[in-house]
């Protein structure tokens, strides 16, 4: 006898929402694709060694084509990839996919900033997603992403001082940002000393920084 596979594919709107979530983020904003109910639509093919057998119920009943809730094609994910990872900053190439409209609107031309987050994150790439092609306010976001994690210890921020804003001995132009991994703590901790020095090679400014309490360093964070 032949070795036949057989796959069911279902309409990916039909079933039940069931969220992942611990109830500390909301749903996204389009809501959950699924309808809560059961669509009849499927494909069922069975592959053999010389034919593909085909059966399918067309019919969608419950819900309408919504362009929102279609995925994106594997093919615009990694063009989205390859972009992210050239350093295209997420509303450049949320624009470029919607000046691509070809009288027909597809699923790419309507990605948000989301869906960019999501791809960046599926290939490895979370490192080099700017959050903002303004290099100042793409830092500023990425701070605050960091202090709003509710596990601090994931937080490597230990020092975020902004232009304009008073930290002694720093001038009010100065910008400074500490980044500290855990890692680097331990290290930190295992050979420093009670000091750090810094050294600005564009002003040749040479300073010192006096580690207040050490462990957590954490002197002053200042997001406005
Ligand atoms: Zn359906």
Do not use: W
């Not at 309409?11 to 389009?30: A, M, P, W």
């Not at 900053?89 to 409209?101: A, G, L, M, S």
């Not at 027909?104 to 080099?128: C, M, P, Q, V, W």
């Not at 992403?145 to 020092?159: D, G, M, V, W």
Request: hydrophobic letters at 30%; glycine letters at 4%.
């Amino acid at each position: 006898m032949d070795k036949t596979v057989t796959t069911k594919y279902y309409c990916h709107r039909s079933g039940v929402f069931k969220s992942k979530s611990k109830g500390e983020r909301s749903l996204k904003i389009t809501g959950s694709c699924k309808i809560d109910q059961y669509c009849p639509s499927f494909i069922r093919t069975v592959v053999g060694m010389i034919n593909i057998e085909v059966t399918y119920c067309k019919t969608h009943l419950v819900h309408q084509n919504e362009i929102r809730f279609l995925p994106i094609s594997t093919v615009v994910q990694e063009t989205i990839a390859g972009k992210i990872e050239s350093g295209i900053p997420p509303n450049v190439i949320i624009d470029q996919f919607r000046n691509e409209t070809n009288y027909n609107i597809e699923k790419k031309n309507i990605i948000t900033r989301k869906d960019i987050y999501n791809i960046s994150a599926k290939f490895g790439l979370l490192h080099k997603y700017k959050l903002h092609d303004v290099d100042a306010i793409s830092v500023d976001l990425q701070v605050k992403r960091f202090a709003q994690n509710s596990n601090k210890s994931l937080n490597p921020i230990i020092l975020y001082k902004t232009q304009g804003t008073e930290y002694f001995p720093l001038e009010k132009d100065d910008f400074m940002i500490i980044i500290l991994t855990e890692t680097q703590k331990a290290v930190l901790e295992k050979f420093s000393s009670e000091k750090l020095c810094s050294y600005n090679p564009i002003n040749k400014f040479h300073s010192s920084i006096q580690i207040p309490n050490k462990p957590p360093y954490r002197t002053t964070h200042q997001t406005h």
